[in-house]
């Protein structure tokens, strides 16, 4: 209420000063309406304020891909090492996504060759780590049998597979665990992406703050009620956020 009743008063004073300003200049043999023109056109003339940036939109730009939300917010020059971290992280998860499937291959190839297994694509995971372990499917499920676990047990004519000897076995053994190490380090690729956008988001809403706090909204009106002898009243209202 306090701020509305300056206001008023203000707005008081600018009407009489209008009423005034408007006698003075027909007196002066100058049209009221070009006076008023005159302020209005003043008016349009004052650059606009800028707009206040928006925090949820900063986060999902980082989100997207890390340093968009610092461009968002202004802040780029901080922006840019998550954006190249983030492109060094992608060349790194695509690096060891190709030496693991390579690797994998390579095993897949050994087995089929040395072991005698057949099909080995169309084989789960458990059987891969079990070739590496057993000498022969003889001998696991020999092994199973006597552990009582014989749902784990495998079909000769399907999940065949005899090693020649333990040499060749360790060979596909080292091939295998190669494979699996690289393709399990894929998560931590992973996991720093995840790390690299939040700490980006968190950067960009810290900029969208600091940029918001600069933004300035402001009311200029302008009346100049004698231009003849160029006096004017002018009130200005600045709003800071």
């Not at 894929?186 to 720093?192: A, S, Y």
């Given at each position: 209420m306090k701020r509305i009743s300056i206001l008023l008063v203000l707005f008081s004073m600018v009407v009489s000063a209008q009423g005034d300003g408007s006698m003075a200049a027909l007196k002066a043999g100058i049209n009221?309406?070009?006076?008023?023109?005159?302020?209005s056109t003043t008016n349009e003339l004052l650059p606009a304020a800028a707009s206040k940036k928006n925090a949820g939109l900063a986060i999902?730009?980082?989100?997207?891909?890390p340093g968009m939300g610092e461009l968002y917010a202004e802040g780029y020059e901080s922006g840019k090492y998550f954006t190249m971290?983030?492109?060094?992280?992608?060349?790194?998860?695509g690096g060891m996504r190709y030496y693991s499937n390579r690797q994998r291959d390579n095993y897949y190839a050994y087995a089929e060759s040395y072991g005698g297994v057949r099909d080995m694509g169309g084989k789960s995971g458990d059987f891969h780590a079990d070739i590496g372990n057993y000498l022969n499917i003889d001998d696991f499920n020999d092994d199973?049998?006597?552990q009582g676990q014989f749902a784990k047990m495998y079909d000769p004519s399907t999940h065949y597979w005899n090693w020649r000897s333990n040499a060749e076995r360790k060979g596909y053994r080292e091939l295998w665990t190669s494979s699996e190490s690289w393709g399990n380090?894929?998560?931590?690729?992973?996991?720093?992406?995840?790390l690299n956008r939040i700490a980006s988001a968190i950067n960009a809403v810290r900029l969208v703050s600091?940029?918001?706090?600069?933004?300035?909204t402001t009311w200029n009106f302008w009346f100049d009620y004698n231009l003849a002898k160029g006096g004017g009243i002018s009130l200005n209202i600045v709003k800071g956020f």
């Open positions: 009221p309406s070009d006076v008023f023109k005159v302020a999902l730009y980082s989100l997207v891909l971290a983030e492109a060094a992280l992608w060349v790194t998860y199973m049998a006597k380090n894929l998560r931590f690729v992973v996991g720093g992406m995840i600091r940029y918001n706090k600069g933004v300035e």
